[in-house]
C-alpha cells in the first residue's frame, strides 16, 4: 500500500523506524528485530539505507521481510550523496521486484572531513526525487527539520527548498527529531503560509540513555527545551529510571501532538521494538 494513501485515511498513524546492520553482519537477528516490530502493527515502518549506500542490500532485504513476510508496509530510505543514476535505478528496480512501492528520498550526509565529489549525479534530494518520480511507480516521502536544515542559510530558504521538493514529486514529509512540541507547530504555519500542502508525519525520538543526548545535539543541532533538560540531568546516572522517563517524556510528547490535530507520528525506535511497544501500550486508545 502506498504511504499517502494509508496518510489520507483521516486516522490517526503511527510508524517506526528500523536501521539495518553493517554490510555482511547480523542480518538474520536484524529480520527478527523486524519481526518483533512488525508485531506492534504499525502503519508502516522505514528501514534506512547506510552511508554511501553500505547497506543498500540489506535495506532491500529487511523492507522485503517486513511487507512480503510480515504483511507491514515498507519504506525504503535511498541516499544518493554517494551514488550514481546508475546504481539509483538498480536500487529502485530491486524494490519493484518485491513490490515495495516507497521510497524515503534523501541527500545524506557529506563524509566529515571530505569534500562534496565535483562530479556527482545528486547534489540535493529534489534531483532524486525527481529521478524516482521519472522512472514511476513510487510514493515519495522526504525529510524536513522544523528547526531548519543545518546547511540552511535562513528558515525562508528552508522553505523554499521544500517547495522544491514538492515540485519534484515529494508527496509527504517527515521530520528530524524534535522534543518541544511548539517547534513543530511553528513550522506547521509556517508551511501553512508558504503554501506547501502535503502530510507532515513527526519524528519523536525516545530519549531512554542520557548519553544520546550529545550525539543528538551534535547531529541535528535540535533544541532541548528546559524540562527536557532537567529530566536528563535528574535521572542520566540511573540507566532504569532514564529508560522510563524517556519513554513518559515521548508518550506525552505524542497525546499533545495528536490532541492538537497533528495524526502522523514516526518513532524513532533506535533498534528496540520494546520501547515502541511500551510507548503504543501507553496509547492504545488513542491509535485505535
Do not use: W
Request: hydrophobic content about 40%; some cysteine.
Amino acid at each position: 500500500m502506498k504511504i499517502s494513501d494509508i496518510l489520507g485515511t483521516g486516522k490517526v498513524t503511527v510508524s517506526c523506524e528500523l536501521f539495518p546492520p553493517k554490510h555482511g553482519s547480523g542480518l538474520a537477528g536484524a529480520k527478527s528485530m523486524v519481526r518483533q516490530t512488525a508485531a506492534l502493527r504499525p502503519s508502516f515502518i522505514s528501514i534506512t539505507y547506510g552511508a554511501g549506500g553500505g547497506t543498500s542490500g540489506n535495506t532491500v532485504s529487511l523492507a522485503d521481510e517486513l511487507q512480503n513476510g510480515c504483511g507491514v508496509t515498507a519504506l525504503a530510505h535511498l541516499t544518493c550523496v554517494s551514488s550514481g543514476r546508475d546504481a539509483i535505478r538498480g536500487f529502485l528496480a530491486e524494490l519493484a521486484s518485491r513490490k515495495i512501492e516507497n521510497v524515503l528520498a534523501l541527500r545524506g550526509d557529506i563524509p566529515e572531513g571530505s569534500p562534496f565529489p565535483a562530479n556527482a549525479d545528486y547534489h540535493h534530494a529534489n534531483e532524486l526525487m525527481k529521478d524516482i518520480r521519472d522512472y514511476g511507480g513510487f510514493c515519495i516521502g522526504g525529510a524536513c527539520y522544523p528547526e531548519g536544515h543545518p546547511e540552511a542559510e535562513s528558515l525562508q530558504k528552508d522553505m523554499e527548498s521544500l517547495k522544491i521538493k514538492a515540485e519534484a514529486g515529494c508527496e509527504f514529509l517527515t521530520t528530524q527529531m524534535f522534543f518541544d512540541n511548539n517547534i513543530l507547530y511553528n513550522f506547521m504555519y509556517r508551511l501553512l503560509h508558504n503554501g506547501i500542502e502535503m502530510p507532515v508525519i513527526a519524528g519523536i525520538m525516545p530519549v531512554t540513555d542520557g548519553r544520546q543526548i550529545a550525539r543528538i545535539c551534535k547531529l541535528s543541532g535540535t533544541a532541548l527545551p528546559a524540562r527536557f533538560r532537567a529530566i536528563v540531568d535528574k535521572f542520566s546516572g540511573n540507566p532504569a529510571a532514564m529508560n522510563q522517563a524517556g519513554v513518559a517524556y515521548a508518550t506525552e510528547q505524542i497525546i499533545d501532538l495528536i490532541a492538537n490535530d497533528v495524526n502522523h507520528i514516526h518513532i524513532y525506535t533506535m533498534n528496540k521494538p520494546d520501547i515502541a511497544g511500551r510507548i503504543m501500550k501507553n496509547l492504545s486508545e488513542i491509535f485505535c
